[in-house]
């Protein structure tokens, strides 16, 4: 076979060769007539088109145009289903991919079934993205819905959701708004306007140290003082609890940035954490981390207590067995119709920072008061989620009355959006009372 193959290409490279030779001798002597034949050949070409194109009518170029837009439009159909189904079959691994996550890691982190599609969706989008981000990211994003979500902490949400998973995700939001995301007095705010009635000073949100509440009663008990409105409802909670056969009576009310500052740093304190006699001027750094760490969860620091607000007030004595007395017992049902909450209650003690505190009340307003009784929440997550995101739109409305601003800017989205509270914080709250 081979020697046969070799033949026949050797025969026609001989052929090629005179035909190319007989070629040039032709052209070489003969231009002129070269020319004119070459005119006639075209005349001849040009008529044999037309011949053609006589055969072809009009109607059959119509045909043809026809057949061709099809065969375009039918192409771009398959293309277009053609990507169609890779994107699917891209969708149906990840699905596998994202189910499979479930399974392995439904424990570290929220997987909410109904998200399945966004979580899939998403990360088609976002492909750099690892599965367990992609629904991290998802779940924040539907939380863009809140009335209290705030868009500045988007990155701040995903980080706390992710480093606690086991922490509801509508919750995440609120804990971040208040801070909780960071250690307590970091990251902590001037407050704007400390004369509001609506005001929150907790370990993130810090009054002026020159900062006195005006209009306040000084005679309100044992000349203790407190703001004139919450100086009235303390009366008319006083006279409430008189009529059931209670006594209360304010031990300690407005309290000084300065007077707060001693309070913290009492001498007496600082014996008993030591048990030797230390000045708090002779305190190493490190004697001061750990004298805070301690003192931090009983007594606030200055210009964070909610006595300077001159709104708070410590009723009878400041011991946790005043909760299981008629009057601490009285108070916790009953404070709220007077406008005052119980301001740092037992299981929260992770929200508000401070331990249990059945005799520490903050006035709010009856209307504030009763929504915070009925929700179950603290003030620092209500105010999170119900009083700041108007204050950040519109600072003004600082001014208002707390009445006013319920009645304006809270009832509507507190009805909507305060879950109540569950089975089992009922039987908690119940238990604390
Ligand atoms: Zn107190």
């Given amino acids: 076979m081979k020697e046969i193959r070799k033949y026949v290409l050797k025969r026609s490279s001989i052929y090629v060769t005179v035909f190319t030779l007989s070629l040039l001798s032709t052209s070489c002597g003969k231009k002129e007539g070269a020319i004119i034949s070459a005119s006639r050949n075209n005349n001849i070409a040009t008529s044999h088109i037309d011949l053609l194109d006589d055969e072809f009518s009009e109607e059959d170029k119509e045909k043809e145009e026809f057949a061709l837009k099809k065969s375009e439009e039918r192409y771009a159909d398959y293309k277009k289903r053609r990507e169609e189904a890779i994107e699917q079959k891209i969708k149906q691994e990840l699905y596998e991919m994202c189910s499979t996550l479930i399974h392995k890691e439904s424990k570290m982190f929220q997987y909410i079934e109904e998200n399945h599609e966004q979580y899939i969706d998403f990360y088609i989008q976002n492909k750099s993205m690892s599965p367990k981000d992609v629904i991290l990211n998802v779940n924040i994003k539907n939380c863009e819905v809140l009335p209290y979500y705030n868009n500045e902490y988007k990155d701040r949400y995903v980080t706390y959701h992710k480093n606690n998973p086991e922490i509801p995700i509508d919750k995440i939001i609120v804990y971040v708004n208040i801070g909780l995301d960071t250690p307590f007095y970091s990251n902590t705010k001037d407050i704007e306007n400390p004369y509001s009635d609506l005001i929150i000073a907790n370990k993130y949100n810090k009054l002026p140290a020159d900062f006195v509440p005006n209009g306040y009663d000084k005679n309100i008990d044992r000349d203790l003082s407190i703001k004139g409105i919450a100086s009235e409802a303390f009366k008319e909670m006083k ?55 301690w003192r931090d969860n009983v007594s606030a620091r200055e210009g964070h207590s909610e006595h300077q607000t001159g709104l708070a007030v410590d009723i009878n004595s400041t011991s946790e067995s005043f909760a299981k007395t008629p009057e601490g017992k009285w108070l916790a049902d009953n404070s709220y119709k007077y406008g005052y909450i119980l301001r740092y209650p037992k299981g929260k003690e992770h929200i508000t920072g401070y331990d249990y505190e059945p005799w520490h009340f903050r006035y709010i307003g009856v209307k504030m008061a009763t929504a915070v009784y009925e929700s179950g929440l603290t003030y620092d997550e209500f105010h999170a989620m119900f009083i700041e995101p108007i204050l950040r739109k519109d600072p003004k409305t600082s001014e208002l009355s707390s009445d006013d601003f319920y009645n304006l800017h809270v009832e509507k989205v507190f009805n909507q959006y305060a879950s109540p509270q569950t089975e089992e914080e009922l039987i908690m709250t119940s238990k604390t009372r």
């Fill in 239 to 293: 006279q409430a609890a008189k009529e059931e056969g209670l006594y209360i009576s304010s031990v300690s009310a407005y309290r000084s940035y300065n007077y707060q500052e001693s309070v913290y740093w009492r001498q007496s304190k600082l014996d008993e954490f030591f048990s030797s006699s230390k000045r708090r001027k002779n305190l190493s750094e490190e004697q001061i981390k750990e004298y805070r760490a």
